[in-house]
């Protein structure tokens, strides 16, 4: 149709029509009838272009399909037109603006309903990405104090550590001392202990010589006094 080859549009359109009837699909034959209404209204058949326009609107009511009925009646406005019956003409020019105007209106408010949507759901996520940094910071935040914290607690336990090995050093040094200490005095000890039995044995010996010169003593004692008696008994004697 759009190169003017009428005559095999014509051909083509009843060839689509019989297969939607076969079909049974309401939407592409009420579409067909269109088609053929204004091919007929270019071929100057225009009793034709009006019954295939009108048995399109028939089929265009019953589905509810108001985009393609405004084709419909613009087909017939043309068909009206040029045959002069131009009341006809007139109102179904008005219904066909009518549609129009209702279908763009509704592209419109539905354009405006997607942009609307479309502001509500990117507010949405601003919104949710204003909250979601908050709660990022928030949790930066949190995760920074927890850090301190826990280096706060590392610091003491290794500050606690520190003392706990300087104390130990200490501990241990005074041990190796007192061991050393003790050492000394044990070794101390068993030299006293020896030295001791060393003058027990020494002592021992000096009171055995002593004991030893009394009795000698008292033997020779004994002896000089039976020698003064045994003298003494020959003076008297003499006299």
Request: glycine share 2%.
């Amino acid at each position: 149709m759009h190169q003017k080859n009428y005559p095999k549009a014509l051909e083509s359109d009843l060839k689509a029509l019989k297969i939607r009837r076969e079909m049974v699909d309401k939407k592409g034959i009420a579409i067909c009838y269109t088609n053929l209404g204004t091919l007929y209204n270019k071929l100057t058949n225009h009793t034709l272009a009006i019954l295939y326009s009108d048995s399109s609107l028939v089929l265009c009511k019953e589905l509810g399909d108001i985009n393609e009925a405004r084709y419909a009646y613009q087909n017939l406005a043309t068909a009206y037109s040029k045959t002069n019956r131009y009341k006809e003409a007139y109102e179904n020019h008005v219904k066909f603006k009518q549609l129009t105007d209702s279908i763009f209106n509704a592209d419109n408010s539905k354009q405006l309903s997607d942009m609307k949507t479309k502001f509500e759901v990117e507010k949405k996520e601003a919104e949710l990405k204003i909250k979601s940094e908050a709660e990022q910071e928030k949790l930066k935040a949190i995760a920074n104090e927890e850090n301190k914290r826990q280096q706060v607690i590392i610091a003491s336990v290794a500050g606690v550590l520190v003392v706990v090995i300087i104390f130990s050093l200490f501990l241990y040094k005074r041990f190796k001392i007192t061991h050393r200490q003790k050492a000394v005095i044990e070794k101390q000890k068993v030299l006293v202990d020896k030295a001791y039995e060393e003058l027990h044995e020494k002592n021992k010996e000096v009171l055995d010589s002593i004991h030893y010169a009394k009795r000698i003593q008292n033997a020779l004692i004994t002896s000089e006094k039976n020698i003064q008696t045994s003298l003494n008994r020959l003076m008297n004697k003499d006299l």
